[in-house]
């Protein structure tokens, strides 16, 4: 009896260890791709759950998803993305706004001041310009709007240059394939850009801070329902909403 209690709860301690370590897989938009790690880690710190992103732009994961790729939680660049997966039923619950993202004009050529980026946008000098696909991304979305109400759409539409998510727009303003672009402000407030090239502010008046959101998919309330939820928590906790905040973006 003694060596079978003692076996039931080496059995209990054993999966419980497992429940504790298991892995999350997140879809994570591309803007949130420089914050995620420092989100992982005191996720970790906080839980004992492990979290594992894939970065892509929010349109892109959403048909990914309704294909049926196993993603545990979705956190999207918008609401309108997850919102649609819930439609769908593939998750758990209508998604709410974790953050709101910030839009600036970027650029790493030393002879352009991005201050003033109505006027040199439209300088024969610059060729490219950088901006998110916005059929696929939420931040290139607001981009194109805030062009449209500066009239400079129509003018640099030519210049144009659609990165498939913001990650590879970022590519092609950090690697100056283009002269300038409108990028995300939690990439260069991240360690990893400060202090690359110029930027400014996008005003407000321009556009809409974006509200994003995020949800647990149908996968993962079957096969990680614990730590998915444990992960929903923290991101709408005090420590995650502190690191978000460092990142740039405003909080609901």
Not at 4 to 22: K, P, Y
């Amino acid at each position: 009896m003694k060596t079978h209690r003692l076996l039931t709860c080496l059995c209990f301690i054993t999966s419980t260890s497992a429940a504790v370590a298991d892995t999350l897989t997140i879809a994570v938009a591309a803007n949130v791709q420089y914050a995620f790690d420092d989100l992982a880690s005191a996720f970790k710190a906080e839980t004992g759950h492990d979290a594992k992103a894939s970065f892509n732009s929010s349109g892109k994961f959403v048909a990914q998803i309704m294909a049926g790729a196993p993603f545990d939680v979705f956190i999207s660049a918008d609401m309108t993305f997850p919102e649609k997966l819930h439609q769908q039923g593939l998750a758990t619950a209508a998604p709410k706004p974790y953050a709101y993202g910030g839009l600036v004009v970027w650029t790493l050529h030393p002879d352009l001041d991005p201050a003033n980026w109505q006027t040199v946008m439209q300088q024969p000098t610059v060729r490219k310009i950088a901006v998110a696909n916005p059929k696929t991304a939420p931040y290139g979305q607001e981009a194109m709007k805030a062009l449209a109400q500066s009239k400079l759409d129509e003018v640099i539409k030519t210049k144009l240059v659609f990165g498939e998510s913001i990650a590879q727009t970022n590519q092609y303003i950090a690697n100056r394939v283009a002269d300038i672009g409108i990028t995300a402000k939690s990439v260069v407030v991240s360690p990893e850009m400060a202090g690359k090239g110029r930027w400014v502010d996008l005003p407000k008046s321009l556009y809409q801070p974006i509200p994003q959101g995020a949800v647990i998919l149908k996968h993962g309330a079957a096969k990680q329902p614990i730590a998915s939820q444990a992960w929903m928590d923290f991101l709408y906790g005090p420590t995650a909403r502190a690191i978000l905040q460092r990142y740039g973006y405003l909080l609901p």
